[in-house]
């Protein structure tokens, strides 16, 4: 499906974030099902998804409140697990800064793992994309994604539904990540990039409230931005 | 049991927070030119970033306990190949899938 007009962007976006269902799903439930267990209502359990959709920072934070822990630090580790975001808001800003401010906000507030990954990967692919096409296609990319996100964790808050152990759900995340980054590696950068990151990440997993992530974003980035660098010098381009 | 005043207070708290990090660049800088040497590492977020967030769970699962699982690292291993060799990530995602089951399953 070629992109031509900002609507055939917006349905290819729902369709590129169609797998993400079978992930948000059993994620959404267990997190509604986690917080009625942890006492909140299903009213709390879903305000909570709608204020904050980010799974990680939501599950972090419910955590540490049943530990009693003060709310200072619920606030920065769940904020520490969630500093990401401002990574992706960064990375996304010379795609879509031009667009109105109204629609900038709304994708701030549906910027997640999976949106950002699937509209990074879109522009980086196509990027002669105009920037309506671009907010049509991440907005199409979030509709498969966020309703289900809401509705789930209602579900799992409403029934208390366990989800089976056995399904291996734990690692539906990793595999999607994993299958959405793996086209990205076209350029020996790249590849070092994530190198450099993953074997980063590996040693910084004792630095608490996940902050390790940030720091290994940022030294795989270091790297990779450093040999497309150096390539450029060797290919005779600017530096 | 939590206490419902700290519950709306980290909610709140954690939405407007959440909200900050998300647009503090979009919608600060917005269509402003960011310097060659930022915008050169930028173009690296996503490929280190989500990588390194998923590295621990593939090596030492929480589902095991944080015990190296060789059905996890297969799957994870298995996915990564088909991306990069196929493009496709819908089949990345059903061959990993299906070596996890596989191997959980034989390995039982």
Not at chain 1, 103 to 112: E, G
Not at chain 2, 65 to 71: I, L, M, V
Not at chain 2, 81 to 87: H, P, W
Request: hydrophobic letters at 55%.
């Amino acid at each position: 499906m070629t992109i031509t007009t900002t609507k055939s962007a917006y349905l290819k976006g729902i369709a590129d974030g169609a797998p993400f269902i079978l992930v948000i799903i059993p994620f959404a439930a267990l997190f509604g099902l986690l917080a009625t267990e942890a006492g909140l209502s299903v009213i709390e359990a879903l305000s909570f998804s709608v204020v904050v959709i980010a799974g990680a920072a939501q599950f972090t934070a419910l955590q540490l409140m049943q530990e009693q822990a003060p709310t200072v630090i619920v606030l920065c580790s769940a904020l520490a697990v969630n500093l990401r975001m401002a990574m992706y808001s960064a990375s996304l800003t010379p795609w879509i800064g031009g667009a109105p401010l109204w629609q900038r906000a709304l994708a701030a507030y549906l910027t997640v793992d999976q949106s950002y990954v699937i509209a990074m990967a879109q522009y980086e692919k196509a990027p002669k994309m105009t920037i309506p096409q671009r907010m049509g296609y991440f907005f199409g990319a979030v509709t498969p994604i966020v309703p289900l996100w809401y509705f789930f964790t209602f579900i799992g808050a409403y029934l208390g539904a366990r989800v089976p152990d056995g399904l291996a759900l734990d690692f539906a995340i990793p595999i999607t990540f994993l299958a959405m980054i793996a086209p990205m590696f076209r350029t020996l950068a790249h590849v070092v990039a994530a190198f450099v990151a993953v074997v980063v990440s590996l040693f910084a997993t004792g630095i608490p409230y996940s902050l390790g992530v940030i720091v290994a974003g940022l030294i795989g980035m270091m790297a990779g931005a450093e040999v497309e660098r150096r390539m450029k010098r060797r290919a005779g381009g600017p530096t | 049991m939590i206490d419902k005043t700290t519950l709306w207070i980290v909610i709140i708290g954690l939405g407007l927070g959440s909200f900050f990090l998300r647009f503090v660049f979009t919608g600060l800088v917005g269509n402003r030119a960011m310097p060659e040497w930022l915008l050169r590492h930028l173009r690296y977020t996503a490929v280190a970033v989500l990588p390194a967030l998923v590295a621990p769970q593939v090596l030492w699962p929480n589902a095991t306990g944080g015990e190296f699982d060789p059905a996890r690292l297969a799957a994870a291993t298995v996915t990564l190949a088909v991306g990069v060799l196929t493009k496709n990530v819908i089949g990345a995602i059903l061959s990993g899938a299906a070596t996890l089951y596989g191997l959980l399953y034989l390995l039982g």
